[in-house]
């Protein structure tokens, strides 16, 4: 069964930092392309990284130079670093293979928030 699971979001101020992390399961990881996604109340849910096997890397413009998208094949993770991060970052996030995705999952919440 093909399975993520997301986890830690939380609450955090403007300009503050978030380091989501993601555990991929049921599918051959290393050599899967990645994505980080979220969805904002009333939004439709967006791409804002995607990272293939090796490690090459992509960003939506209203995220690039704060987040960066990681990966440890070895552990079948995949995190999110968010940096700097503004009112407009609120949103739940999912992670999920960008070819074939698996069922979405919970997703994790984060709120920037003073």
């Known amino acids: 069964q093909v399975q993520v699971v997301e986890s830690g979001g939380g609450l955090v101020q403007p300009g503050g930092s978030l380091r989501l992390s993601c555990a991929a399961s049921?599918?051959?990881?290393?050599?899967?392309?990645m994505g980080w996604y979220r969805q904002a109340p009333g939004k439709q849910r967006e791409l804002v990284a995607t990272?293939?096997?090796?490690?090459?890397?992509n960003y939506a413009d209203s995220v690039k130079g704060r987040f960066t998208i990681s990966r440890d094949n070895a552990k079948n993770m995949v995190y999110l670093q968010m940096n700097s991060l503004k009112p407009e970052d609120t949103a739940v996030y999912y992670c999920?293979?960008?070819?074939?995705?698996?069922?979405w999952g919970q997703g994790t919440q984060v709120t920037v928030s003073s």
């Open positions: 049921g599918r051959l990881f290393s050599i899967n392309q």
């Open positions: 999920n293979f960008i070819t074939k995705p698996a069922d």
């Open positions: 990272i293939f096997g090796g490690g090459g890397t």
